[in-house]
């Protein structure tokens, strides 16, 4: 077996996904590719794709609610004479050629995108033997997925199978995993002083850790400033803005000189930040909540730009181990009233233990095909 890995770089949860999968791949001395779908379009394709991306998701949230929502009522717009199939089709050819020239005869897709581009492949090559798998990356059934001819559907909850059924996926092209595949930094524990230690954070009293998914999105800057103004003597705050730039200089401006503020970019250790948390205040991505569940750090859920990420919300607040509220002014004080609450605290920590390992759910399955079909 040797397998590639598709991603797409619109935010980092699909690569974070991606490497998760990897790490349980090639722990197993099994030899394991990531690459960015995207590129087989161009370099600059791709970009310009993530760039955007990028942008509505922080400025316009309400245009990727509605292309979103218009894609839930309208599938057909995602079939073969769909712009968005037609334009990923034009990568098949290229991705064709590092599939034969590499010899991968396995593919995972944690991205629709990926998946449409493996399906044309599969269409203008029949004769290649290869096996394909979509990953999901949130609690949901995004649209376009019902579009992709998959070997199997890798799906993070009973809620989400369900959705997938009703999509038109075969029930028994569908695989349960134990949520979200996520890196197995996330399952080791570091001592939450120590954390605090590291990262040069007050080692005493409870901690806010604010980060809205990698690109900084979600009233991420009017949340810190109602934060910060009231803040207990005994509490603190670290923000991470991601790739967001202009709001970590706007942050850093603000807040110089306060200890119990601290301001970041973009940060790789994100497992040894949320060991140092108390409550997590963040956008509810697939993965980003996933990552926290396997902490089981509570967490505050902004509904920053809905769509897929509702479905998300909704999964962990139902387990109990996420809050919401429906503007900034409530969402603050949500969080000042738990940070008051250390027993209340406990209990959604506690909601959201899970027992196994999505990522390692995932090996174990493409190894037992493999062996079957041996």
Known sequence: MKVLILTCSTGEGHNSVSAAVREAITARGVACDIADALSFLSEKMSELICRWHARL??????????????LEQHPSLGEDHNLVAGVLALGAEKLYAL????????????????????????????????????????????????????????VPSPAAAEEFVQ?????????????????????????????????????????????????????????TELLA????????????????????KKLERLFAGRPDVAVWGYREDVPLLMDSADLFLTKPGGVSTSEAAVKGLPMVLVDAVSACETPNLRHFCALGGAVTAPDPEALAALCLHLLA?????????????????????????LAEKETAVR
């Open 57 to 70: 998701y922080r400025h316009m949230p309400s245009v990727w609610r509605v292309s979103y929502r218009l």
């Open 99 to 154: 599939v034969v020239q590499e010899g991968y005869d396995c593919l995972l897709c944690p991205h629709v995108f990926s998946a449409l581009m493996v399906t044309q492949l599969r269409k203008t090559h029949p004769e290649l033997a290869l096996d394909a798998s979509f990953i999901a990356t949130d609690y949901t059934c995004s649209p376009l997925v019902e579009d992709c001819v998959m070997d199997r559907y890798f």
């Open 167 to 223: 999509a038109g996926i075969p029930s028994g092209q569908i695989v349960p995993i134990p949520g979200v595949p996520v890196r197995r930094a996330f399952y080791a524990r570091v001592n939450k002083i120590e954390a605090r230690r590291r990262l040069g954070l007050p080692l005493t009293g409870r901690l806010v850790l604010a980060m809205c998914g990698s690109m900084g999105c979600g009233h991420l800057d009017e949340l």
């Open 229 to 248: 103004q009231r803040l207990p003597a005994n509490c603190s705050l670290a923000v991470v803005c991601g790739t967001y730039v202009h709001l970590q």
């Open 341 to 365: 609450d250390g027993e209340q605290l406990e209990k959604m920590g506690a909601a959201l233990a899970r027992e196994g390992n999505a990522a390692e759910a995932i090996w174990s399955h």
